[in-house]
C-alpha cells in the first residue's frame, strides 16, 4: 500500500543549526512528492513541491528515488521555521488525492 | 470568500448522533477535498468533488459517511450514528483545477469530538 513515513513527531534545534526533516515513501510508480507546513494558529500551506526544485524560505528537498526519500532540509534554522512539517504523496498525474505522513514538529529555539 | 471556509469550528456530540460538516470553497474553484486528522495520526483523504464529475469516495471509512456537494459551491459531509473513533479534526480543501496544487488551500477545519 502507499504510504509516507515521518519518523520523527519532534525534531528540536537551536537557530543557526542545519535542520534536515526526514520523509520515506513507499510507491511503485512515478510519484509527486510535497511538503505542506502549519504554523501555530494557521491553516495548513503548501511549502514545496519536487517537480518545482525550488528554495522557499531557504528549505530544499531532493526527492532520491532509489531511497525513496524526500528529505526536507535548510543549512540554518530560524525561530520563525517553528511549525508541524507534512510530507505528502501524490500517486500520479491522474488522481488528486494526497497521502500524508503524520507530521514532524519543528522547534527552534533562540 | 477570501479563503476557504468550515463550519461549525468546533463540534461536540454525543455517540449515537448525526453530525454535518460544512465547507465553503473560494469561489470558482471546482476542486474540494475533505480529509480528517486523528490525533497523532497525518491527514487521510476522506473525498473528492472535481466539478460535475462523479467523486472519488475511496476514502470514506464507512456508510455511516457521506458528502454531498451541489455544483461548485459549498459541500456537506455527514456523520451517522457517530461512534468515539470518529473523533478528529476534519478539514477541507479546495483549487482552482485538478492537480492545481500550488492552489490547493486548506480551511481551518472543524474539531469534532464524540463523547
Known amino acids: 500500500a502507499q504510504r509516507v513515513t515521518q519518523p520523527e513527531k519532534l525534531l528540536s534545534v537551536f537557530k543557526g543549526a542545519p535542520v534536515e526533516l526526514k520523509c520515506n515513501y513507499s510507491?511503485?510508480?512515478?510519484?509527486?512528492l510535497f511538503w505542506y507546513v502549519q504554523y501555530s494558529r494557521q491553516r495548513l500551506q503548501l511549502l514545496l513541491r519536487?517537480?518545482s526544485r525550488e528554495s522557499i524560505k531557504g528549505f530544499t528537498a531532493d526527492l532520491n528515488k532509489g531511497e525513496t526519500s524526500f528529505h526536507l532540509k535548510k543549512p540554518f534554522a530560524q525561530e520563525e521555521d517553528s511549525a508541524m512539517y507534512y510530507c505528502?504523496?501524490?500517486?500520479?498525474?491522474?488522481?488528486?488525492?494526497?497521502?500524508f505522513g503524520t507530521g514532524t514538529r519543528l522547534q527552534v529555539f533562540p | 470568500g477570501a479563503g476557504v471556509s468550515q463550519s461549525p469550528s468546533n463540534k461536540v456530540t454525543e455517540k449515537g448522533k448525526d453530525v454535518e460538516l460544512r465547507c465553503d470553497p473560494i469561489?470558482?474553484?471546482?476542486?474540494l477535498y475533505w480529509y480528517r486528522q486523528r490525533l497523532g495520526q497525518g491527514l487521510e483523504f476522506l473525498i473528492y468533488f472535481q466539478g460535475n464529475s462523479a467523486p472519488d469516495k475511496s476514502g470514506l471509512p464507512s456508510d455511516r459517511f457521506s458528502a454531498e456537494r451541489t455544483g461548485e459551491s459549498v459541500s456537506t459531509l455527514t456523520i451517522q450514528r457517530t461512534q468515539q473513533e470518529d473523533s478528529a479534526v476534519y478539514l477541507c480543501a479546495s483549487s482552482l483545477n485538478a492537480r492545481d496544487f500550488y492552489g490547493y488551500t486548506f480551511g481551518s477545519g472543524t474539531r469534532l469530538t464524540v463523547v
Open positions: 505528502a504523496l501524490s500517486l500520479s498525474y491522474n488522481t488528486d488525492k494526497l497521502i
Open positions: 469561489s470558482g474553484h471546482t476542486a
Open positions: 510507491y511503485s510508480g512515478s510519484p509527486e
Open positions: 519536487h517537480i
